[in-house]
T-cell receptor, first 113, second 115 residues
Framework: NAGVTQTPKFQVLKTGQSMTLQCAQD?????MSWYRQDPGMGLRLIHY???????DQGEVPNGYNVSRSTTEDFPLRLLSAAPSQTSVYFC????????????FGPGTRLTVT | AQSVTQLGSHVSVSEGALVLLRCNYS??????LFWYVQYPNQGLQLLLK??????LVKGINGFEAEFKKSETSFHLTKPSAHMSDAAEYFC?????????????FGDGTTLTVKP
């Protein structure tokens, strides 16, 4: 199993550009989430999904869109990048929801200039 | 709403010394509790979790944590630190009622191990 994979590993965008961060898992997990990690602030939830076709907003959803057309994939779209979105983005998945903890991908480091 | 407080953003110990990382939560109902470890430039890895049953839980790499309901705490310990334990540690909680596969994280504690 590859676990949770994320692409790209690094990305530099200019303000106003759009892009999609890819996340895939091969563990047949129903639950998937996107977090951003900023220095000294832990991880903050952006969006999450409890199954294909079902998504919901987390703590910091503004400026981001998600969709979940398959169990395996959960892409995160930045609509119009802003310097405040410079961060490290982590995708996570879990099989049984909250009680089992989450598996994390290696992260995407995004810089917006 | 749940919240997590990790006391001490940086903890430094000598190799072989006790490791104690503190975590307190705020929740109307005791949540599921987790500790994760993050090595530089990597994702988070689950160390251990408390969901129900025995309040002292053991995890990987010799770490353990004890759930204390009266103190709303879930402190992480290891009897003897090793150089390889140097990393950032996150305490996290999840709501028992919603089961949405999401967690609230503390701000993290960076553990330094001195030779």
């Amino acid at each position: 199993n590859a676990g949770v994979t994320q692409t790209p590993k690094f990305q530099v965008l200019k303000t106003g550009q759009s892009m999609t961060l890819q996340c895939a898992q091969d563990m047949n997990h129903e639950y998937m989430s996107w977090y951003r990690q900023d220095p000294g602030m832990g991880l903050r939830l952006i969006h999450y999904s409890v199954g294909a076709g079902i998504t919901d907003q987390g703590e910091v959803p503004n400026g981001y869109n998600v969709s979940r057309s398959t169990t395996e994939d959960f892409p995160l779209r930045l609509l119009s990048a802003a310097p405040s979105q410079t961060s490290v983005y982590f995708c996570a998945s879990s099989y049984a929801g909250d009680r089992d903890g989450q598996y994390f991908g290696p992260g995407t480091r995004l810089t917006v200039t | 709403a749940q919240s997590v407080t990790q006391l001490g953003s940086h903890v430094s110990v000598s190799e072989g010394a006790l490791v104690l990382l503190r975590c307190n939560y705020s929740s109307s109902v005791p949540p599921y509790l987790f500790w994760y470890v993050q090595y530089p430039n990597q994702g988070l890895q689950l160390l251990l979790k408390y969901t129900t049953g025995a309040t002292l839980v053991k995890g990987i790499n010799g770490f353990e944590a004890e759930f204390k309901k009266s103190e709303t705490s879930f402190h992480l310990t290891k009897p003897s630190a090793h150089m390889s334990d140097a990393a950032e540690y996150f305490c996290a909680v999840s709501d028992r009622d919603t089961n949405a596969g999401k967690s609230t994280f503390g701000d993290g504690t960076t553990l330094t191990v001195k030779p």
